[in-house]
Structure formats: structure tokens, C-alpha cells
T-cell receptor, first 115, second 112 residues
């Protein structure tokens, strides 16, 4: 398996534009997480899914953020409209809870810059 | 919900010395505590973890200890090397829900 795959790796967009980040989890993993990383706030959990169903979206900062997981192999995080304060690295991670172990495997991240 | 506090936020050590990072958690139901290492510009990767039924675990130069009563756990790196320079994150997880909550991170710099 190639691991968790995110695209794009870098995204530069203008304020007000829609941004869509994509993630392909590891095959067989039933949990998918979206994290945002900034210097000020560290790694923040935005939302996570179990078996494609959103379980906890309490970390989603505003209604401008939305996430979907239409099937077990694909998820998107959308920001509409984007703002400069959304600039961050967005990580997708997947895991499978097995016998009390739940290693989260992270994708390479998408570095988003909103100008 | 769970809250994980991590200290210190930065740590500078001389090569060969030990480094210790401490974390506390708030939810007594948390039972799995992984540590992730993130090198500059890269993704976080698991380096060691510990479950609540174990008090200590070692893997070569790194070790983790867990005190469930006090709700704190620590990462110990011995004989530090320049390649240990990175940001380290602790995390806590409850079995029910599988929600991994991270600490704020510790930037470790190992000076040659």
C-alpha cells in the first residue's frame, strides 16, 4: 500500500475562492481524520469518520468548512470561501482499531496558502 | 472531551544527553498513548506507544512511562543524536470512538 495519499501537496489561492483538499486512506482502514497544523495551535482535529460516517465534527472551525467521505477510499475537505487565516498544513490520517492499538498513519499533508 | 497538555514546548539538549517530555491528560477513560515524531516539512510518524495496562515500555534509546493514577505519561530519549531533532507530539485515545487528541508538541533541538 502506498500509504495515505493527499492532493494537492501545495495550494495557493486567493481569499474568497473555494478550496478542495483530497485524501485517499489506506485500504482497509475504517477511520479517517482531518487535522490542521499551525504554529500557533499545533495539530487540531477538525473532523473524523468511521466507516464513511462523520462521528465528530466539533473541531470544524466554521460553516465555511465541510468534509465528506462518499466511499471508503476517498474523502474531501472543502473551504468555501477561503480566508487568509485558513493558511495551514492540512493532514489526513487513517487508522484501524485493532486489539487496542490504533496507529494513525498520516498523509504528506497539503500546505494551503490563502492570499 | 479529552485535553492533553504537553511540556516543555521547546527543549534544547547537548548531543549525548537525555531528553524528557511530559504530558498530562484529562479523561481517565483514555487507554492508549502514542508518541509521534515530526521532522521538518514531513508528516508525523509513530515512534512508540503504550497501553494503559503497562507502566513502561522501551525501544532502544526511547522509553515511555505511564502513571494512570496521576494521568500523566512521559517520553524519554537517551544518548540523544542530531537526528533526534524534531517536533514530538504525545496523544491520548479512548477505545470507544477512536478519537486521537494530540498535545501541543515539543520542539527538540539536539546540539552537536
Amino acid at each position: 500500500d502506498a500509504g495515505v495519499i493527499q492532493s494537492p501537496r501545495h495550494e495557493v489561492t486567493e481569499m474568497g475562492q473555494e478550496v478542495t483538499l483530497r485524501c485517499k486512506p489506506i485500504s482497509g482502514h475504517d477511520y479517517l481524520f482531518w487535522y490542521r497544523q499551525t504554529m500557533m495551535r499545533g495539530l487540531e482535529l477538525l473532523i473524523y469518520f468511521n466507516n464513511n460516517v462523520p462521528i465528530d465534527d466539533s473541531g470544524m472551525p466554521e460553516d465555511r468548512f465541510s468534509a465528506k467521505m462518499p466511499n471508503a477510499s476517498f474523502s474531501t475537505l472543502k473551504i468555501q470561501p477561503s480566508e487568509p487565516r485558513d493558511s495551514a498544513v492540512y493532514f489526513c490520517a487513517s487508522s484501524s482499531w485493532t486489539v487496542g492499538i490504533a496507529e494513525a498513519f498520516f498523509g504528506q499533508g497539503t500546505r494551503l496558502t490563502v492570499v | 472531551g479529552e485535553n492533553v497538555e504537553q511540556h516543555p514546548s521547546t527543549l534544547s539538549v547537548q548531543e549525548g544527553d537525555s531528553a524528557v517530555i511530559k504530558c498530562t491528560y484529562s479523561d481517565s477513560a483514555s487507554n492508549y498513548f502514542p508518541w509521534y515524531k515530526q521532522e521538518l516539512g514531513k508528516r508525523p510518524q509513530l515512534i512508540i506507544d503504550i497501553r494503559s495496562n503497562v507502566g513502561e515500555k522501551k525501544d532502544q534509546r526511547i522509553a515511555v512511562t505511564l502513571n494512570k493514577t496521576a494521568k500523566h505519561f512521559s517520553l524519554h530519549i537517551t544518548e540523544t543524536q542530531p537526528e533526534d531533532s524534531a517536533v514530538y507530539f504525545c496523544a491520548a485515545l479512548k477505545a470507544a470512538g477512536n478519537k486521537l487528541t494530540f498535545g501541543g508538541g515539543t520542539r527538540v533541538l539536539v546540539k552537536p
